[in-house]
């Protein structure tokens, strides 16, 4: 076997001896080949700012920390005086030096403006210098002209962070383990409505490396997972017990090359096959299949900022992008029993009842001809008022169906 | 109805990038690595207010982690020594400053860590402690999220894909030709194509067909080497021709030697060679990469520098100078920053041995106001 890793007057040599000049290249091209499609697990750009190349995120994980000190990952909060006194001893700086290293280092040095004079951190000074605050100040003029009201989703993401910031578990047996990956973990939604044209709708969960993919699929909740849900109308109190993704609970995701299909429960069915026989009859490359259940995220591999697939009740598909992965650290939430936690929701997922304005949609009706349009969405409470005589007999003609909000989780 | 697009939601933003290089030349004027430096020009500038102004706590998160991106973009190459250590403190600055609570982490990429801890040896076998220090403070205060690419990706064409360009007169200079002009790979070459010839002439039946090598390699490698390095000493002597201020003390030799290679920059390669196996020596006792840079140090440290002008940064404050034909090349051929990143990374080194104590001196620049 020829040595691809020769230097190359072992190269020049054997090819002398082979009497074929041409393998010359060859073997170069080859060289070149085996050390390019070498996998490395270390992430690198497969389009620049797009996306990655394909890494398995467990090797990825020790690759990190064959390269880190515990302490870099670990959740505990140095000490100060204790880290920068090991500093000096590994640096071999005396204790004068040391002193004035940490003085002329301090967070003082970064200080603009006099300790007792603090800048309002609201307001762009009126002369600004810097080309960041002269653009700021032009935009904050303009949106003072408008009335821009307060993003949801960030109201939705601050809320979040102030909860979760650095959360531990009540037992030591919830605390999720140093070293652990995190993952950041986009579902888009179909864009069904018009009004998602420009924007698009998604949820963000963030999962750990030893989480499932069973455990992301129960983390998406689905408008398609609630309409087979049936019709209310006569009914109203019995609806509750029906809403739920226990009827059909196939589904599956697919992530490079993979079907990973949702095993759990009896009824459940290999929606996958039919693809995967489609693409054999076809010449496609050949895909395989696996368990979502039996499937950590840390056994895949992916690539970060790719779009993969998931896909539920036969037909209805989402987007799935891995927009992130990294260690924990400690200020993220140390809980495992919050996670899967949602970071992010589209506003559409917490719809506003037709007739208050206030509530949160339960029901969605049609043909309903007490509604302003068809189809129509309710709070529960302006529903039965609508809709129902004292004693909860129906009124007039209508159809209605259960609505969870998307965003709902638990 | 389509949402405003929230603002700060790309990897950067152009006049925080015009603003961070604005500081980092007037670092780079300094003709210093010192810390004390770089924090003078932060204050100088009002730095901590680019945070000023930002309602919305998730906005503030926004802004804070495109300017920790935009600092680490500096830290890491293609840039000079001296800029990188200018990313770095500016990493700790921002990190310190910022508004947004929690604080937004610094996003270190697997794929960059290999550098960056070069980066650090490289500071740690200079004596820079100031550089070394800052650096375990980020890592003490656990500013860092261990990642596996430094932005986050969703498969999102950017809403403007700007021609990612490196700013020039922050890059060293690229020492890979020189280095392999002083190496003995060229003779080494040279030898085994000879053998290989004479073999070739020897065996009669391979004689004719065989064609694949070209006897005058060496020479034409060492034309293109010499044409590059031509190409090199004019485009950057031009430059620090441009820039030269007020000199330091220490920089007379440095000059010398940099003109006679300029007025020998369309020498031969015997010559270029003769110049990079001078400076091969003097960089010995450097194992990696030799790469030395000048500085300036503050004027009341001992110096004990042995640079020796070939790798310094060239380019001073003055930012509006029209951009180096380097700078031109690249944009004219497309080349992207991940590109470049390979031509020039490990263009620059710390300058060795400097094992000078962090002093302070007396003159503490005022606050802005
Ligand atoms: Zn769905
Ligand atoms: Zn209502």
């Known amino acids: 076997m020829r040595s691809l890793m020769g230097p190359f007057g072992t190269i020049i040599e054997k090819n002398y001896i082979t009497h074929d000049p041409q393998r010359s290249d060859v073997v170069i091209q080859e060289n070149m080949a085996a050390s390019k499609n070498a996998i490395t697990n270390i992430p690198d750009y497969e389009y620049t700012d797009v996306n990655t190349n394909i890494f398995h995120i467990d090797s990825f994980r020790t690759e990190w920390l064959n390269r880190l000190q515990p302490g870099d990952f670990s959740f505990q909060s140095e000490d100060q005086d204790s880290s920068d006194a090991l500093f000096a001893e590994e640096m071999g700086i005396s204790a004068d030096t040391m002193a004035e290293l940490k003085t002329v280092c301090s967070l003082d040095s970064l200080r603009c403006h006099p300790e007792d004079q603090p800048p309002d951190p609201d307001v762009v000074p009126p002369d600004p210098t810097l080309n960041t605050l002269i653009q700021r100040k032009k935009k904050q003029d303009y949106r003072a002209t408008l009335k821009i009201s307060k993003n949801r989703h960030d109201l939705y993401a601050d809320e979040l962070e102030r909860l979760t910031f650095g959360k531990k578990p009540e037992t030591l047996d919830d605390m999720v383990a140093e070293g652990e990956i995190i993952l950041n973990i986009n579902v888009y939604y179909p864009a069904i409505f018009e009004k998602f044209c420009y924007v698009r709708p998604h949820i963000t969960v963030l999962m750990m490396g030893s989480h499932t993919l069973a455990e992301l699929r129960d983390a998406i909740c689905c408008v398609s997972d609630l309409q087979v849900c049936g019709e209310f109308s006569n009914m109203p109190d019995m609806a509750p017990d029906f809403i739920s993704k226990d009827h059909f609970k196939s589904a599956f995701f697919y992530f490079e090359g993979v079907f990973y299909n949702d095993m759990r429960y009896p009824e459940c069915q290999d929606t996958s096959i039919t693809t995967i026989e489609w693409a054999k009859d076809r010449n496609f490359p050949t895909y395989t299949q696996a368990k979502m259940e039996d499937t950590r995220f840390v056994d895949l591999k992916i690539k970060v900022g790719f779009p993969y697939l998931y896909c539920h009740q036969g037909d209805c598909e989402h987007l799935v992008i891995i927009t992130d992965v990294r260690l924990t650290h400690k200020d993220d939430c140390l809980d495992k029993k919050l996670y899967p936690l949602l970071a992010h929701k589209h506003r559409v997922s917490t719809q506003k009842c037709a007739v208050c304005h206030v509530y949160i949609v339960r029901w969605v009706t049609t043909n309903d001809q007490f509604a302003p349009s068809n189809p129509c969405l309710f709070c529960d409470k302006c529903f039965r008022m609508l809709h129902f005589d004292t004693e909860g007999n129906k009124l007039g003609e209508f159809q209605a169906f259960p609505y969870v909000d998307r965003g709902a989780f638990n | ?369």
Request: hydrophobic share 35%.
């Open chain 2, 1 to 369: 109805m389509p949402r405003e697009r929230p603002i700060y939601s790309d990897f950067f933003y152009d006049p925080l990038t015009e603003d961070v290089e604005e500081l980092l030349a007037r670092f780079q004027q300094s003709d210093s690595i010192r810390y004390e430096y770089f924090s003078a020009a932060w204050r100088q500038m009002g730095f901590s207010d680019v945070f000023i102004g930002i309602v919305s706590m998730a906005e503030q998160k926004r802004f804070s982690r495109v300017t920790l991106a935009t600092a680490v973009k500096y830290f890491l190459p293609p840039y000079s020594y001296q800029i990188r250590a200018g990313g770095l403190y500016l990493m700790f600055g921002l990190y310190n400053t910022q508004l947004a609570i929690p604080r937004v982490p610094i996003r270190l990429a697997l794929g960059d860590w290999d550098i960056i801890q070069k980066f650090l040896k490289d500071s740690v076998n200079s004596g820079h402690q100031d550089v070394v220090y800052i650096y375990h403070k980020l890592v003490a205060a656990k500013a860092i999220h261990f990642t596996a690419m430094p932005h986050f990706l969703s498969f999102l064409k950017l809403r403007k894909r700007k021609q990612n360009n490196v700013c020039a007169e922050f890059i060293g200079r690229s020492m890979a030709v020189q280095e392999l002009f002083s190496a003995d790979i060229l003779d080494e070459v040279s030898n085994i194509e000879s053998q290989y010839e004479k073999l070739k002439e020897n065996t009669v039946a391979v004689r004719c067909e065989a064609s694949m090598t070209q006897r005058d390699f060496t020479a034409r490698l060492k034309d293109c080497m010499a044409e590059f390095l031509t190409w090199q000493q004019k485009t950057f002597s031009q430059a620090e021709a441009d820039n030269k201020g007020g000199g330091g003390d220490d920089e007379d030799d440095d000059e010398e030697e940099e003109d006679e290679e300029e007025r020998d920059y369309k020498a031969s390669s015997s010559r270029a060679r003769l110049i990079s196996s001078i400076k091969q020596k003097s960089y010995s006792n450097f194992q990696e990469a030799p790469k030395a840079r000048r500085h300036r140090q503050p004027e009341k440290l001992k110096v004990e520098s042995s640079s020796s002008g070939s790798e310094q940064h060239y380019g001073s404050g003055r930012k509006r100078r029209p951009p180096s034909l380097r700078a031109r090349t690249w944009k004219s051929l497309g080349v992207t920053k991940d590109e470049s990143r390979v031509q020039v990374w490990l263009l620059s080194a710390p300058e060795q041995k400097e094992r000078v104590p962090v002093k302070r001196t007396n003159q503490t620049p005022p606050y802005k106001d």
